[in-house]
Structure formats: structure tokens, C-alpha cells
């Protein structure tokens, strides 16, 4: 078990408040992984002032030297991984081939942040008139909250903090409770690296508390924000009111489509990595599977046979499928919408039930469940779970399948098994996410391009590739007049 202390202006430094909580295994609850500081306003002032000071002289640095620093970052990335991974399994519970991905993901973010430092580009345009220039540059905005998720608890940081730093700003990172010793770990990884002092600052504690100081401290210019939506539409109202950046990444309800004409088995493996990797715990995960008519109970005994056999238990066994959720809390909100499923008359084909045997005893672990014969309208198949639950629905066709795909108030993700060039085409022209899979499941996204989605899956900004810099950065557009004489644009007519 390890202390851990907030880390400001470079320094490890005790919390103000005196208070402290502990972090847990989900897969085995006695085991304490760290103690770490439950911090107060008093803590965020010290790392945004901080933060306020290193900004000058950081945002000076040109772009590529800052990543110089952000290719050392990979590299010492690179050597820890494997750590690292066995931490994250720790922490969160998935298995140790997913956090070896998760872990992966931070490398690769950080990777290309190195080379965006020689391909920060702006726009260089004609002017209607002669003898000058324009162009467009991307500059910094100052200090930054960032406020991340448990269920990815590096690759998710990585998405926030590379762009923002190598852009120019300076930031404090809030990590998720149950996952915080992983984001600590990453910052003295940029450290280590070379990053001065003060440019990242991490502070541990509740979002109530750090976070509701954070939306509303005047020198905090930008909130980025991964989690649920309810909370992102209190941020953004908060925001809001003093006009700060705001980009929200928040829930999805995804949906795995599968026609007649596809390749099942195929199709069925998707579904099993999509619905039950990460044990539903991603924003991503397909928590609906529409399927067409005419192969609707042949894809079911299918389903059924292969959800069965997945294995429970702790995640660094490497032959384990699916680990515990993260906490209690996250059990008991998945095991009550079980019983809303059973309550709404969906039927309950598999799972339904904790799992409590041998050492999962200790743990938090549930059941892979399918419901089938879900009606679109459910709550089950409205409502965002982030649990291993599946609602399986009826579709006639190909139209009725895109229909119950969209009839929901989120729209991040989405996926279609089909063999038909056409319907795969069409489906990426109207499904109404960020995000569209053709015979490939609904999780899988690649940090080099944009992550993101639309309704009430965010506010329209995408992490993730060249997408994530603007989120961190204002367009400054220039003009430079070399001819020597007033010119006014849109009445001067240009003559030879």
C-alpha cells in the first residue's frame, strides 16, 4: 500500500484538508491499493496558482521542443507498461490485456503529440487585395481543469493532457476516486521527462468538491470533461454563465445492427467484445443488439452458447474475460436496472445475478446478462447502464433497424454487420453518431482520429487526433499589409 500526496508546482505536497480516502481492488475489496489525499479549494487555489505562474514561460517554449517532451513521455511510457497495466487491473478491475491496451493508448497519444509539435498548422490564405497576407494560427489559452473518468485511467488523461499541454497550457487534472493512482502515476511520468514545473499539477478528491471549485475559479479558462452526462450538463451550465471552454465527452447507448446477409460469427464476436469487454463499463460498449427478423433466434442460441462460457475473476489471470465492475455502488445501479428489465416484461435469457463464487466472492463482479425480446421504448434500451447488459431487439428490415438505432438520446457509437456495400454505406450516411463501425463491434476507437458524439453524448467538440487541439486552443487570424497605403477591404476594387 502507498501514500500518496496531491502534486503541485512539482512538488508532493500534503493535503490542506488533513482528510484522506483509501482505493480499492473491485476484485477483491480487502486489498487497499493506496491512501490518498481528499483535497479541498485550498489545495485547487495553490495548483492554479501555480499553474497561472509556469504558463509564460511554458507557452514561450516553441512546439517542437515541448515535444521533445512528450516524446520522452512515450519512451519511459514504453518501459513501464507493463506495471502500469497490472496497476490499472488493480484499480478498476478490467483484465490485463485490456489495460495493456489502455496503456498502449496513452503511448500512442503521447506519440503523436510528439509530431503535431512539427505539424501544428494553421491556414495561409489570399486577401482580396494586393500586397497582403493572411494566415491563421492556433495559440494557448491559459490554465486548464481536467476532469477525468474511472474506466480508462490512463488513455483517457492522455487524451486530455498531451493536446492541451503541448499546445501551450498549463493544467490540474482531477482523476476519478477509484481510479487515481494511475493519472498520479502518469504526470511524474511527464516529469520524468523533463516537463517544468507547475505546467501539470494533479489534485485528488471528490468531483463536488475540487470540481464545482474548479467550474466556477475565474482563472480556470477551460473545463475538459469525460463522464456522464447528467454532470456534463451541470458543468456546461456552469460554464456557461462566465463563458469558459467547455468540451464534454459524456454517455452513449450504442447499438450493434446485424442484417440477414452478414457474417454471423463474425458479427457474434463483436458483440461479445463490444457488450462485455471492460465489463460494459465504456462509454462505447454495446449495450443494444438489433437484430434482423429472419436470423433473430438462430444469432440468440448463438449468443446464449458463447455468453456462458465467458469466464469471471480477477483480471490478471490472464484466462479471465470479464473482471469485476468498480465498485458497490456500480453493482447495485446494474442489478437494479436487471429488475427494471424483468419489471418492463423483457425476457431474461442469461445472467441476471451477482457472482459470488470462490475468490469473486471478495469482489464486485456480475454476470454477463442478455434480455431479449426488448422493445426499443424500455428503459433498459433508453438508459445508459455501464454494466455488462445487453438488450436485444426485433428488427424487420434494414429501415426499421436504423430507425430503432437513432431512437435514442444519445449518439455516440454505432455498428452495422453487413455484407451489402450499399445498406453499410447508407448506414454510415444516417446513423446519428460520432462514430460508425461497418462489420466491426462499437468499441475500438484509434487515438489519431476524432472521438466524440451528438445529442446527449457531448457538446460537440472531438478528442482524440487533430480534433483534440482545437478544443485547447483559440484561431487567431492575421493580416499583414505590406503595401504601404490604407486599403479597405470590401470597398478597395483591386486595378492594375
Known sequence: MKEYKNFINGKFVDSKSGRTFENRNP????????????????????????????????????LPKKAEIMRRAAEIMISKKEEAARLMTREMGKVIKETRGDYQEGIDTALY????????????????????????????????GLITPWNFPVAIPSWKIFPCILSGNTAIIKPATDTPASAGELVQVLYEAGLPEGVLNIIYGGGGEIGEAMLSHPDIVGISFTGSSDIGMRIGEVCGKTLKRCSLELGGKNGQV??????????LDGVLWGAFGTTGQRCTATSRLIIEEPIYNKFIEMLKARVEKLK??????????????????????????VDIGKKEGAKLLTGGEPYTEGECAKGWFYKPTVFIDVLPTMRIAQEEIFGPVLSVIKAKNFEEAIKILNGTTY???????????????????????????????????????PFGGMKNTGNGHR?????????????????????????KAQIDTWQE
Not at 32 to 39: A, D, H, L, Q, R
Not at 258 to 267: E, G, M, S, T
Not at 471 to 487: A, C
Open 411 to 449: 449518439g455516440l457509437s454505432s455498428s452495422i454487420y453487413t455484407n451489402d456495400l450499399n445498406k453499410a454505406q447508407k448506414a454510415a450516411e444516417l446513423a446519428e453518431t460520432g462514430i460508425v463501425y461497418i462489420n466491426a463491434p462499437t468499441i475500438g476507437a484509434e487515438c489519431h482520429l
Open 258 to 267: 446485424v442484417l440477414a446477409d452478414a457474417n454471423l460469427d463474425l458479427a
Open 113 to 144: 503529440a510528439a509530431g503535431q509539435g512539427r505539424r501544428y498548422f494553421g491556414y495561409s490564405v489570399p486577401s482580396e487585395l494586393p500586397n497582403k497576407i493572411c494566415f491563421t494560427r492556433r495559440d494557448p489559452l491559459g490554465v486548464w
Open 27 to 62: 476484485a477483491n475489496w480487502d486489498e487497499v491499493i493506496g491512501i490518498f489525499p481528499k483535497s479541498n479549494a485550498e489545495d485547487l487555489n495553490m495548483a492554479i496558482e501555480a499553474a497561472k505562474k509556469a504558463y509564460p514561460r511554458w507557452r514561450a517554449i516553441p
Open 463 to 487: 478528442e482524440g487526433g487533430w480534433t483534440a487541439y482545437e478544443i485547447f486552443t483559440e484561431v487567431k487570424t492575421v493580416y499583414i499589409d505590406y503595401s504601404g497605403t490604407l486599403q
Open 312 to 337: 469471471l475473476g480477477n483480471g490478471l489471470d490472464e484466462t479471465v474475460d470479464v473482471g469485476p465492475l468498480v465498485n458497490k455502488g456500480q453493482r447495485d445501479t446494474v442489478a437494479m436496472y
